[in-house]
């Protein structure tokens, strides 16, 4: 504000009284006021007048103080919410009924309303709240009357047949936090406006599409009506027929009408039903809540929203998108879903929208068909910019006819137009459906009918497998279903570019359907058991195999279609057991690799080398548990034992366990007892970290008969260490205890102590929790060099975390800090994410007896959300963190406790870990002593030896 603008602000103070306290100001501007001076011309002038005067008398005249009235601008501060917005009412309803010179001539003036705690100072007021208030007006449009949240609580009642339009979270030009805008909604005002003009960015996630959308006038107007029409609409089609890109084209048009975001999630990712509500969580950067289920944070969530999701591939998981979609419709009405799919949902109130192909025909403009125009983009595109010749027009014609205008099909022939012509195209389509070229030996057999196939993506109902059976779920059923219908639409696109291929070419691609990702050439070679390099070559010029250049090589990968596709080709050519089996030996040699150094000797596990094999061994079980060797999947699993547990996928780990065991019984495979012992230990380790308890004990028995079959000391030593787990997750922690002492002094007889592990950290951690701390800590020290010598444990530093627990319960926080970051270091750097969440725990109870109350209160909260996320049970310290947390809360403070583990919550665990890595020693400490003066509070609330606590162990330390 200049000087002058304050003297003015001043000399009117003088004469009016202004409000104090809860204070309402209000601002209005004309828009676009100097585009209609200029069209006015000497005409604004009057204009201006005019509108000066109806505003100073339905605003000054219904108890607002003016504070200036400056050019086309207004800034008034009343005593009362409600009498600001009927007095804003009043002056828009004034406007809008006026009697203007021209249609053209009426200002469209925007208003802003904000209220906050103001007093004058000098006849004026000196507040953010001000600035708040004119950053709220400059955010509208002419017309609008927009409010903050802080108006809208307070104007109660509204004006008589007014109402508030929730328009989400806005940030404001010139504040850091993001502030809930309202806008006046009444008789006599419009309502329709675009998209408050704030700060923040549109809210979306809509994929990035790197190539132009072409056609579909006509069916991006109907979808669009469908979706402002009805709440939930499914686009139906075939593969290839440009369900999901439509769907985002139409997306990406209609953000501005949803304030809290259009929010795209992919469901083909998704392999558990269960999964598909973490999975739009996720996308709506929602963490689970403990106790609760997700779809319940969801519906709350996005009650009082007003959003649209796209949910794509839902005929991944059918079953389960339709629960979540049913969920959210029913919670709240400003939720609006848009899904893809191949088949429909049946849910009430679904429109069922299916997507035509491209048209072939020429419009009646005499412009280009739709097809044939994306086949000229994408056709100038591989040429290097080069558009077909004007007299290859007819041949375009016929291509994309033969191909039905699927869009996928277009796609792929405009990538062989890079060597052949269209006419050559064309010739070559007019045979897709008859034999190979003549070139080839021998005939192609009918395509015969595989039943379920490796490749194909299903799921298992937990409880019937549990019971030793395997029935089809409904959204397996649906699975398969569109998993057919899939392959059929493939065939009719995919075919043409198959048959162009040599012998050597179309082999290669068979047998590459059976990798679930990207490959190197050196896999290649191992593959095919020969130089790739030329067929290779063909399938990267033919776009059948996208080459991805990388600093340390490239690799190849095929599209989901292509690749189901050649799946069934290579089931159709009795290749699939050949190929198959191939892809699980190299699988079985990558996961070796894993825990093997460059020389070949053992190396500390690290689990980020698992991270990137998983969805190859995902794959490779398949097959072991539908056709393969189920022992070959029971050595898969192992090797994914832990990396299962520490992602927070037992649940996962313990369905392939399932199925390898239907797998055995099917086709009465002899599994040694030696390999049984060791599957059945990593079930019931599985079980335990998901509270399954029956189950656990049940397999931890299975395990111990296999083993003493087996007569393998180790083995036996490590199932054994094993047996407390399941009593100590039914609280039975005395015999617990008796087990571990008997089990550590067996294997020390047997000369495998190094394989009972197990035991002596079950045990360490019972003694801490009686309080035997000396005992514990000789255990642990006993330990150490014997969990250094193991290569897959020692990456756990578990021997660290315990004495760092014993130190905590000393109150030597010199020990406790030195151990527990020790074990943090070393769990984060090798991928113990599940471990890790207990360590953060650890150095937040280091941290409040340390003083560090605020971040003691952000790793709790940290480790909390993370430990949810992976799906993690607190185990035998879960009182012990519970009443440290407490105190915690008692000594902060309900609000700042609140805050500070709010905050943690928000952070990744790689950021919470580097915080808790940054601690000071407290040897730094100006006032640093040894002990700590209060070790009472550090130390565990002794319990009965035989009190229960029935929490799953979780991630205390086991195997």
């Known amino acids: 504000m200049n000087p002058t603008s304050r003297a003015e602000v001043r000399r009117m103070a003088a004469r ?7 204070v309402t100001f209000v601002f209005t501007d004309i828009e676009g006021s100097t585009r209609l001076a200029q069209l006015l011309g000497p005409d604004y002038r009057p204009v201006l007048s005019e509108h000066r005067r109806l505003l100073r008398r339905t605003l000054a005249g ?7 009235t400056e050019g086309d601008s207004f800034f008034l501060a009343f ?5 600001a917005l009927t007095a804003c009412l009043t002056a828009q309803r004034a406007l809008a009924s006026h009697d203007w010179p021209t249609p053209e001539a009426a200002p469209r003036v925007r208003m802003g309303l904000h209220t906050g705690y103001a007093e004058p100072r000098d006849g004026e ?10 950053r709220i007006a400059a955010a509208a449009h002419g017309g609008q009357v927009l409010c903050s949240a802080s108006t809208a609580r307070r104007a109660d009642p509204l004006p008589a047949g007014a109402s508030l339009l929730d328009l989400g979270l806005h940030r404001l030009r010139g504040f850091d936090d993001r502030e809930r805008l309202f806008q006046l909604v009444a008789p006599g005002l419009e309502r329709q406006f675009p998209r408050p003009r704030t700060a923040d960015a549109v809210a979306h996630n809509l994929p990035t599409q790197v190539t132009s959308f072409i056609g579909r006038e006509t069916e991006r107007a109907e979808l669009r009506r469908l979706v402002e029409e009805h709440r939930l609409v499914t686009v139906l089609g075939a593969g290839g027929a440009g369900k999901t890109r439509l769907a985002v084209e139409l997306a990406s048009g209609v953000v501005e009408a949803y304030p809290d975001g259009v929010w795209f999630v992919d469901i083909a990712a998704v392999t558990d039903p269960g999964l598909v509500a973490f999975e739009v969580a996720a996308v709506l950067g929602l963490r689970p809540e403990p106790g609760r289920p997700v779809v319940d944070t969801l519906v709350e969530y996005a009650a009082a929203r007003r959003m649209l999701i796209l949910l794509d591939t839902c005929d991944a998981q059918p079953a389960a998108c339709a629960e979540v979609i049913a969920r959210l419709l029913a919670g709240g009405r400003g939720v609006r879903v848009l899904a893809t799919s191949r088949e429909s949902f049946g849910l009430p109130g679904e429109v069922v929208w299916r997507i035509p192909p491209l048209s072939v025909e020429p419009r009646d403009d005499g412009a280009e068909s739709d097809a044939v125009a994306l086949l000229l983009d994408r056709t100038a595109a591989a040429r290097g910019g080069r558009p077909p010749d004007p007299a290859e027009s007819a041949d375009l014609r016929r291509v994309v006819q033969r191909l039905d205008g699927l869009p996928l099909a277009i796609e792929l022939a405009a990538a062989r137009l890079r060597v052949l012509s269209v006419g050559q195209l064309a010739e070559r389509l007019d045979d897709v459906l008859g034999t190979l070229d003549a070139g080839r030996e021998d005939p192609e057999p009918p395509p015969v009918d595989r039943g379920w196939m490796g490749n194909q993506q299903d799921t298992v109902d937990l409880v019937a497998a549990a019971a030793g059976a395997s029935p089809p779920t409904p959204a397996t059923r649906a699975v398969q279903k569109s998993a057919t219908e899939r392959h059929l639409t493939m065939q009719a696109t995919v075919t043409w570019s198959y048959r162009t291929l040599g012998p050597r070419a179309a082999r290669l691609l068979r047998w590459m359907s059976v990798f679930a990702g990207p490959v190197d050439l050196a896999t290649v ?6 130089d790739p390099l030329d067929p290779l070559s063909v399938l990267v010029d033919k776009s059948m195999v996208l080459a991805e250049p990388h600093a340390s090589g490239s690799t190849y990968r095929m599209l989901d279609p292509i690749r189901a596709y050649a799946a069934r080709r290579l089931a159709e050519a009795g290749e699939e057991r050949a190929a198959r089996d191939r892809h699980v030996a190299w699988s079985a040699h990558a996961l070796e690799r894993a825990y093997l150094g ?12 698992l991270d990137p094999l998983a969805g190859e061994l995902r794959a490779a079980l398949r097959w072991c548990a539908t056709g393969g060797s189920a022992a070959a999947g029971l050595r898969l699993a192992g090797g994914l034992d832990q990396w299962w547990r520490e992602r927070g996928l037992a649940r996962e780990g313990r369905l392939w366990l399932f199925r390898l065991y239907g797998r055995i019984a099917e086709t009465g495979e002899r599994i040694p007892d030696a390999e049984l012992a060791a599957a059945y230990h990593m079930h019931s380790l599985h079980a335990g970290a998901d509270g399954e308890f ?7 028995q299975r395990a111990e008969a296999a083993a003493r079959q087996a007569g393998d000391a180790g083995l036996l030593a490590r199932v054994l260490a094993g047996r407390a787990a399941p009593l100590v997750d039914m609280g039975q922690f005395v015999e617990a205890e008796r087990v571990c002492r008997e089990v550590i002094d067996w294997a020390h007889g047997q000369d495998v102590l190094g394989d009972a592990l197990l035991a002596v950290y079950s045990l360490a951690e019972l003694l801490w929790r009686r309080g035997a701390l000396d005992e514990a800590a000789e255990l642990l020290g006993a330990a150490r060099p014997v969990e250094a010598a193991r290569p897959r444990e020692r990456g756990r530093r578990s021997v660290d975390m315990l004495l760092g627990m014993v130190a905590l319960a000393r109150g030597d926080l010199i020990a406790a800090h030195e151990h527990l970051l020790v074990a943090l270091r070393s769990r984060m750097s090798h991928g113990f994410h599940g471990r890790a969440c207990d360590t953060l725990n650890a150095i937040a109870v280091r941290c409040a007896a340390g003083g560090d109350l605020h971040l003691a209160a952000r790793l709790f909260g940290a480790a909390q959300a993370t430990g949810a996320n992976l799906r993690c049970t607190t ?6 963190w519970a009443e440290q947390q407490a105190e915690l809360r008692a000594r902060l403070g309900d609000a700042a406790f609140d805050a500070a583990y709010g905050e943690g919550a928000e952070l990744s665990l790689e950021e919470a870990a580097a915080l808790a890595l940054d601690v000071e020693h407290p040897d730094l400490a100006a006032d640093s002593t040894r002990f700590s003066t209060l070790p009472t509070r550090l130390a565990p609330r002794q319990a009965a030896p035989s009190e229960p606590d029935r929490r799953p162990a979780g991630h205390s330390e086991r195997a």
């Open 694 to 700: 029956a189950e656990e004990l049940r397999y931890s």
């Open 16 to 22: 009016i009284q202004l409000p104090t306290g809860w």
């Open 62 to 68: 219904t108890g607002g103080a003016e504070l200036l």
């Open 875 to 880: 185990g035998i310290y879960g009182a012990y």
């Open 525 to 530: 070679e191992w593959l095919l058991g020969d």
């Open 125 to 134: 007021y000196a507040s953010p709240e001000v600035h708040r208030a004119a």
């Open 598 to 609: 460059a020389d070949g000797r053992p190396v500390t596990l690290s689990l980020y080398t």
């Open 79 to 83: 005593p009362d919410a409600t009498a």
